[in-house]
């Protein structure tokens, strides 16, 4: 299954505050959650966490961003909880969050069902699914920071996009600056998967958390832009190499500043999205790293 850097800077937040869905979820807020090395990491480099539920009977929670359409989608994550019950002993609740309407598919319903030619079947899946858009907006402004950044892929008009940018203003800025600057540049990558450029420029332009703005705006414009374009040239994989480049160009900039021309024809040779993602998320979360050269090395 496909993961972009959306799915994995998002999954991020909810790591962060791992009890941030739960109430969403219909699931007992005063229940303790922690977050758990999956010990599936050889199936996806992006799902080597899950949340564990430490109620009256134990469960884990295993909860998949989506930002594209892709065909075998539920049959992965009927796959990855399999290996999960597995390898956890425990019940596994699978939620799918869609976060913008190209994701979405009348197949993804909750229920994927497994049969032999005569109609009898061999195995029945379920999993929750959430759909972004249809959400009501006042969820996620007024509920845990970590779900502040999605406010703006939720049932929100472009016209109404200004009033929540505000409001989001609001609780981010009074964040710590280092976590307020994470925020808003979740904020900024996931608005522009339902807003156009433009528009979403103008909203997050002067704020005030996201140091050397015009230079993260130019790097996340024109990977969209480079990558859009030469996808349709050369393909899918190669549009999604380079997303995925800018994507850890803009994180490792962000901690590290500008690279030296060393680094940078490093990351530019890179061609594996498997190998861009890993090192987008070990810089996410491996605190030890102190370079460019620490990062590629």
């Not at 019950?85 to 229920?111: F, M, R």
């Not at 379920?126 to 969820?139: A, G, I, K, S, T």
């Not at 705006?217 to 997303?243: A, C, M, P, T």
Request: hydrophobic content about 40%.
């Amino acid at each position: 299954m496909d993961h972009n850097p959306y799915d994995v800077a998002t999954k991020e937040l909810v790591w962060e505050d791992p009890s941030c869905l739960m109430e969403r979820l219909r699931i007992d807020p005063t229940w303790p959650v922690d977050v758990v090395e999956s010990g599936i990491t050889t199936l996806t480099a992006a799902a080597d966490k899950v949340l564990r539920v430490r109620g009256p009977s134990p469960f884990l929670v295993n909860i998949e961003f989506q930002a594209g359409h892709v065909t075998d989608l539920v049959r992965t994550l009927w796959f990855r909880q399999v290996a999960l019950d597995y390898q956890h002993d425990l019940p596994v609740l699978t939620v799918l969050i869609l976060l913008c309407k190209e994701a979405n598919s009348p197949s993804l319903n909750g229920v994927y069902d497994r049969h032999v030619p005569d109609g009898r079947p061999t195995n029945r899946y379920h999993y929750e699914v959430v759909r972004l858009w249809q959400e009501d907006p006042e969820l996620y402004l007024n509920g845990s920071m970590a779900l502040v950044p999605l406010a703006s892929l939720t049932a929100v008009a472009e016209s109404e996009l200004p009033g929540v940018v505000r409001r989001m203003r609001e609780r981010i800025d009074r964040e710590d600056p280092s976590r307020a600057d994470k925020l808003w540049i979740a904020s900024y990558l996931l608005a522009g998967l339902r807003f156009p450029d433009e528009h979403v420029e103008r909203l997050f332009e002067g704020v005030r958390n996201m140091r050397e703005s015009t230079t993260y705006q130019k790097i996340l414009r024109e990977g969209r832009e480079q990558g859009r374009e030469e996808g349709r040239e050369e393909g899918r994989d190669e549009g999604r190499i380079i997303e995925a480049r800018r994507f850890l160009m803009l994180l490792a900039t962000n901690r590290f500043g500008e690279p030296d021309e060393e680094s940078a024809a490093a990351l530019e040779g890179m061609e594996s999205v498997e190998r861009l993602e890993k090192l987008g998320c070990k810089l996410i979360s491996d605190a030890s790293i102190g370079s460019w050269r620490d990062l590629l090395r």
